[in-house]
T-cell receptor
């Protein structure tokens, strides 16, 4: 299996632009998580989905952030409009289906820089 | 106070030394995870624990449920062990609660 796939790996944009980050989870996994990592705050959960349905979006910082999962093999995290404080590494992770399987598998991350 | 605390925050060791990283948590958990992140790199799961002890190569992870404490040990440390080690817990849900991480540097 190719593992969790994220694109792009690096994104540089200007303040006010729309940014879309993409994630393909591992086939057969039923949970998908979006995380943000910064030096100041470490890893933070933004939102997670179960069977394509958003379960907990309490970590989404504000209305500028939105996430969708239209099907089991694809999710997007969108920031509109982007701000310099959104600069961070964004990770996507997925979890294998089944009770008791708590381990998550992380993608390589997208490093976002907002100028 | 964070629900998951790690110590130390930073650690420098000489090659060959025995290393211990600690994690304490204040919530009830169903599992505890140790993750590794190399500089500029992705995040890899090292261990998932709900009780006792696990070993993989030179890495050993232990957990004491009563004391709400876990340790990650590295024996015969090597420069390639230099990374950030992150403790994370599942507290009744599948989402992770993260510690702040321990930055380890092993010198040759």
């Amino acid at each position: 299996d190719a593992g969790v796939i994220q694109s792009p790996r690096h994104e540089v944009t200007e303040m006010g632009q729309e940014v879309t980050l993409r994630c393909k989870p591992i086939s057969g996994h039923d949970y998908l998580f979006w995380y943000r990592q910064t030096m100041m705050r470490g890893l933070e959960l933004l939102i997670y989905f179960n069977n394509n349905v958003p379960i907990d979006d309490s970590g989404m910082p504000e209305d500028r952030f939105s996430a969708k999962m239209p099907n089991a093999s694809f999710s997007t995290l969108k920031i509109q409009p982007s701000e310099p404080r959104d600069s961070a590494v964004y990770f996507c992770a997925s979890r294998v289906k089944g009770a008791g399987y708590n381990e998550q598998f992380f993608g390589p991350g997208t490093r976002l820089t907002v100028l | 106070k964070n629900e998951v605390e790690q110590s130390p925050q930073n650690l420098t060791a000489q090659e060959g030394e025995f290393i211990t990283i600690n994690c304490s948590y204040s919530v009830g958990i169903s599992a505890l995870h140790w993750l590794q992140q190399h500089p500029g790199g992705g995040i890899v799961s090292l261990f998932m624990l709900s009780s006792g002890k696990k070993k993989h190569g030179r890495l050993i992870a232990t957990i004491n449920i009563q004391e709400k404490h876990s340790s990650l040990h590295i024996t015969a440390s090597h420069p390639r062990d230099s990374a950030v080690y992150i403790c994370a817990v599942n507290a009744g849900t599948y989402k992770y609660i993260f510690g702040t991480g321990t930055r380890l540097k092993v010198l040759a």
